[in-house]
């Protein structure tokens, strides 16, 4: 066939495809359906928002994230006004204000394997009519985080069970922050006056009070919702004993989640952070060039909680079913097991706590602690405590007057009496 005929024929073919796809409807792109999530923190992690939607191509997760409590006052609002995302994160401290209005949750129950979680986080989840308003995330399982290197420096032991060993009660807690802060450098001495940095033991000793309230089996409430703030004694030893580390000096001082914590924890302004286990990866993202200097040892008292969520479907949501279509599928084992590794949110799934993917974890920028098997033996410990209707406002109340202490505006004594008051005021049954 000559050149001319290879032309003609080749223009032919083309004539006759292009009138077969003429006759070919194009494939419309999926149309997806966008679940609106409100949250706080980190309760959704990157990897699980776009591995659904990987595995859901007909999905898009729309997450609006704001502080915590921020938050939970927009969801407030948004209950009120009947115009509430598909999905909410509801934080423990106030799973006590939603549990006491079920009404505006739709009901979960039967959604997962009750018996896969913790009791008591499963309980924080159950409205005071019995319907199930939200499904466990993680749990807060609190222990020391210690810069090894800053320990060495100042003459304290660095491995994990002597460091646990110098601190069995708080004051001994205290009283190693003492020693620590004794043999500051006369430049980090000087420092908070004339640089403002203020070098310490531990970033925030006001992070003390709720680890200590948590250790109790009671803090503001009886199970029947009557208030004992004044009367329980526990409350009154949280109080006072962060009082004391407060005044001590062996804080920085330095408010959690600033950019100043982050510099801080960077340039080894402070050796101590009591550390849920997601804190660990604040710790990692902010401090990344500290790796291997870290290690994790026990909490004084011996277990701790702090934090932890549950999500919740209004039953205001747009898209009831795909809600719980992502709780059920992001908070099952297998995916907190992966949340876990990949961003340290302890799981809420208690059949986990036998499998050595999660026992045997170990983490090399803590210097290989076996993070998995601390955290579970942590949580393990820890104790169900009721949580009421006001439970964030008195902790918001007893909060302040602590902060009154720290910057030297009062004295414990007339803090306490301070906090009392505002409580009597504002806070009613």
Known sequence: MNRKNV???????LTVAGLTMAGITPAHAVTKTQVTIWSYGNVIEPWGETEYERLHPDIDLKIKKNSMDAHHQSLITAFKANTTPDIAAIEVSYSGFFRSYPK?????????NESDYLDWRWNQGVGNDGKVIGIPTDVGGLQVAYRKDLFKAHGLPTDRAAVGAL????????????????????AEKTSCKVKKVCFGFIDNAGTMYPAILNQGAKKYYETNGTL?????????????????????????????????????????????????????????????????????ADLPGGGGNLGGSQLTVPTAAKHPQEAKDFIKWYLSPAIQLEIFKRYGLFP????????????????????NAPIGQIYVTGARQLRPIFEGKNQRAIDNYFGQALAKVAVGKMTAAAAWSDAIAQIDKNIKN
Do not use: C, E, H
């Not at 505006?104 to 997962?112: A, I, S």
């Open 348 to 367: 809420s799934a208690s059949s986990l706590y036998n499998n050595t993917a999660l026992t045997g974890y170990k983490d090399k920028f803590f210097s």
């Open 7 to 13: 032309i003609r024929s080749a223009m032919a073919l």
């Open 104 to 112: 505006y949750f739709t009901n979960l129950n039967g959604l997962v």
């Open 167 to 186: 601190w069995p009660t708080w004051q001994k807690f205290i009283d190693t922050g003492k020693l620590y802060v004794s043999k500051l450098t006369p």
């Open 228 to 296: 004992i703030y004044k009367t329980n004694a526990n409350v009154k030893t949280a109080f006072t004993t962060t009082a004391t580390a407060l005044n001590s000096g062996i804080s920085t001082r330095i408010n959690q989640f600033t950019s100043d914590w982050n510099a801080g924890m960077m340039k080894g302004v402070f050796a101590t952070v009591l550390a849920p286990a997601w804190m660990l990866d604040y710790i990692k993202q902010q401090a990344a060039s500290t790796s291997g200097k870290w290690d994790v």
